[in-house]
Nanobody, 127 residues
């Protein structure tokens, strides 16, 4: 499977963006899917994930209530709706697939379980 992330850009604080992660060569609904981000000089961090099958979701505390992860089975795409963006959300955002899904719910934040990564899309939030 290959993942293609898109939708990043420059936005003012308080604004919104929707990231997309389209898959080819695989069925996203069968995988755990995650969004991670990496800011300059910082380690990669977990943002959100959605489990394969039932679709339960998990979020980092820093984005709870502002970001929403969702999935379109028809379009084989995972989305990350980001509202009320803050300058500290500035980073390169990556989508990733855990396939076949091995991570239990409490481990969705662990990047080690994800074996396929997209190329990343830049999100810049100005103050």
């Amino acid at each position: 499977v290959q993942l293609q992330a898109s939708g990043g850009g420059l936005v003012q604080a308080g604004g919104s963006l929707r990231l997309s992660c389209a898959a080819s060569g695989g069925t996203l609904s069968a995988y755990n899917m995650g969004w991670f981000r990496q800011a300059p000089g910082k380690e990669r961090e977990f943002v959100a994930a959605i489990r394969g099958g039932g679709g339960s979701t998990s979020y980092a505390d820093s984005v709870k209530g502002r970001f929403t992860i969702s999935r379109s089975n028809a379009k084989n795409t995972v989305y990350l709706q980001m509202n009320n963006l803050k300058p500290e959300d500035t980073a390169v955002y990556y989508c990733a697939a855990d396939r076949p899904p091995v991570a239990i719910y409490s481990e969705l934040h662990n990047g080690r379980h994800y074996d396929v990564w997209g190329q990343g899309t830049q999100v810049t939030v100005s103050s």
